[in-house]
C-alpha cells in the first residue's frame, strides 16, 4: 500500500492517497462517489450528472441573470435547447429594456471616471470641443490660459532687455580697431592676453562658426582710452600663432560674417587662412573638380621672404565660381581655408555681358 503523502515542487502541490477499489459504479469522485457540488447545494447538472446525488444537497437552477448575452435563435423562435441553452431566452421588449438600462449604468459610471483632458488643462483649449470624451473643467482652462499669458509676456521682456543691451552697445563711446588674418582656433583670452599690453579692453566681439565654434579670423576689439588704441594700431603685422595679422581703424567690414551674393561676371575666388608651405600645385588640385582654372596668385607679402596666408583663383566660366565658393571650409595642409568671391574686373564684367547677349540673340 502507498502511504499518504503531499509533494511540494515550486509553486505547485502532489498530493498521494489510497485508491477504493470496491467503488464499482457508484462514481469516480469523491472515496463514496457522492457529489460534492450536491452537497454544498450547487450542483447544476442535475440528472446528467456523473456523480451520486445522496444525503442532504440540491442542484442550483441557471437563471436568465446569470447567462451571458441573448439567445438570437430563441427571438427568431429556432432555439432547441430550451433551458439547457447557455444564453438567455429573452423576448424582444425584454432585451431592449436590458440593452437600455446597461448603457445608462456605464454612462453613469464614466461620468464618476472621467479624466481630465490634457490639452484643456495645459493649453486651455481642446479642438475636439465637446464631442471630447474627457472633462472640460473652466477652472483649469483659466490656469492655463494665465500661464500662457505670463510665458509670453517674459519673452517680449527678454526681447526687450537684449534690444535695450545692444544699442546702450552702440551708443556706448569707445575706440575700436578691427582685426584679421588671425588662425580659427583663437579665443577671445588669446585676443586679450595679445592687446594686454596695449591698456583696459572694453570688449570684443568675434563672429564663430555656427558647426564648430571657432572663430572666423576676425574681430571687433573697443578699447576705452584713446592711448590704449593707438597702441593696438602699432601691433600691425605681429603674429598670434604662426599667423601675422592686420590691424586697422574702425569696425569690422560689412558682409564678412555673411555669404555674399555672386556679383555679376565674377570669374575669381579668395581664399584665405592658407598655410605657409602651399604652392600653386597645391590650389591648382584643390580646384580643378570646380572648372577650367586661368590664374592663381598669392597675396603680397608683408615681410620679404614670408608667405602671405591668402590669394586668389581664376577661373574661365562664372559657375566655376560657384562651386568654388561651396567648398569654404575644406582643409588644405591640414587647415580649413576660407572662400569668398573676389572682385569683378572691368574686362570680366565686359567679356559676361557678351556672353549674355550672343545667348539672347541665338535663342
Not at 108 to 123: A, G, P, Q
Not at 135 to 163: F, G, M, N, T, Y
Not at 213 to 242: P, Q
Not at 262 to 279: A, H, K, M, Q
Request: with cysteine; proline share 2%.
Amino acid at each position: 500500500a502507498v502511504e499518504k503523502k503531499s509533494y511540494k515542487k515550486g509553486r505547485n502541490k502532489i498530493k498521494i492517497r489510497e485508491i477504493d477499489r470496491n467503488m464499482g459504479e457508484l462514481g469516480r469522485g469523491r472515496d463514496v462517489g457522492i457529489c460534492y457540488l450536491w452537497q454544498q447545494h450547487m450542483c447544476p447538472h442535475k440528472h446528467k450528472c456523473k456523480f451520486l446525488h445522496e444525503g442532504e444537497g440540491g442542484c442550483v437552477e441557471k437563471k436568465n441573470a446569470d447567462k451571458k448575452g441573448k439567445c438570437f435563435l430563441f427571438l427568431k423562435g429556432k432555439c432547441k435547447l430550451g433551458s439547457s441553452c447557455s444564453f438567455a431566452h429573452l423576448q424582444k421588449n425584454e432585451s431592449q429594456s436590458n440593452t437600455v438600462s446597461v448603457h445608462e449604468e456605464k454612462d453613469s459610471e464614466l461620468k464618476h471616471i472621467r479624466k481630465l483632458c490634457i490639452n484643456w488643462k495645459k493649453k486651455g483649449t481642446c479642438r475636439k470641443g465637446d464631442s471630447c470624451k474627457y472633462e472640460h473643467d473652466e477652472q483649469l482652462r483659466q490656469k492655463a490660459l494665465q500661464k500662457k499669458e505670463k510665458k509670453r509676456k517674459a519673452i517680449e521682456v527678454e526681447k526687450k532687455l537684449k534690444s535695450d543691451e545692444l544699442k546702450e552697445k552702440e551708443k556706448q563711446p569707445g575706440f575700436r580697431v578691427r582685426i584679421f588674418g588671425f588662425p580659427y582656433e583663437t579665443t577671445e583670452k588669446d585676443l586679450e592676453n595679445f592687446f594686454s599690453s596695449c591698456g583696459k579692453i572694453n570688449r570684443i566681439e568675434m563672429p564663430l562658426w555656427e558647426d564648430s565654434g571657432r572663430s572666423k579670423g576676425f574681430a571687433t576689439v573697443v578699447f576705452n582710452k584713446e592711448n590704449a588704441f593707438k597702441n593696438a594700431l602699432d601691433l600691425n603685422g605681429k603674429h598670434i600663432g604662426d599667423r601675422w595679422v592686420k590691424i586697422e581703424q574702425g569696425d569690422i567690414m560689412r558682409g564678412w560674417d555673411k555669404k555674399r551674393k555672386r556679383p555679376e561676371g565674377c570669374c575669381s575666388v579668395f581664399i584665405g587662412n592658407l598655410n605657409f608651405d602651399v604652392t600653386e600645385q597645391v590650389i591648382f588640385e584643390t580646384f580643378k573638380q570646380c572648372g577650367k582654372i586661368e590664374k592663381i596668385r598669392f597675396g603680397s607679402k608683408a615681410n620679404p621672404g614670408s608667405a602671405s596666408g591668402f590669394g586668389h583663383v581664376t577661373f574661365q566660366e562664372e559657375d566655376s565660381a560657384t562651386k568654388a565658393v561651396k567648398l569654404d571650409g575644406s582643409l588644405v595642409m591640414n587647415r580649413p581655408i576660407r572662400i569668398d568671391y573676389g572682385e569683378t574686373s572691368k574686362r570680366d564684367l565686359k567679356k559676361a555681358r557678351k556672353k549674355k547677349m550672343v545667348k539672347l540673340n541665338t535663342s
